[in-house]
């Protein structure tokens, strides 16, 4: 019997290129951002370099159809930072997500 993706649960994202491409600009555009917005509230995003096919754990926070494997993601990054994946269908290829393997 085949899990379906429920709210909460965690699962394995493989990152797209664009993925990363997006997430290592943001920390770019941070790291050269001048003056820093201190006492703003304003939180920086600051972590290691992202590649295509770096797989992070993420957390389901929404199921479009119980039909189908399409989920919304917010995937947890090496840094202080998070990516919303939106449309997000079940497999092994960059941008879709798996099932962690039980041991």
Not at 9 to 23: G, N, P
Request: proline share 4%.
């Amino acid at each position: 019997m085949a899990s379906s993706p429920t709210v909460g649960r965690t699962v394995l994202y493989r990152l797209s290129e664009q993925d990363s491409r997006d997430i290592n600009r943001r920390r770019r555009d941070f790291e050269h951002r001048t003056p820093v917005l201190d006492g703003t509230g304003f939180v920086g995003r600051v972590g290691n370099s992202a590649a295509e096919g770096q797989v992070c754990a993420a957390t389901v926070v929404r199921v479009w159809n119980e039909s189908t494997d399409a989920v919304n993601l917010q995937v947890h990054l090496d840094g202080n930072d998070i990516l919303w994946a939106t449309s997000r269908s079940q497999g092994d290829d960059p941008g879709q997500w798996a099932w962690p393997e039980v041991s």
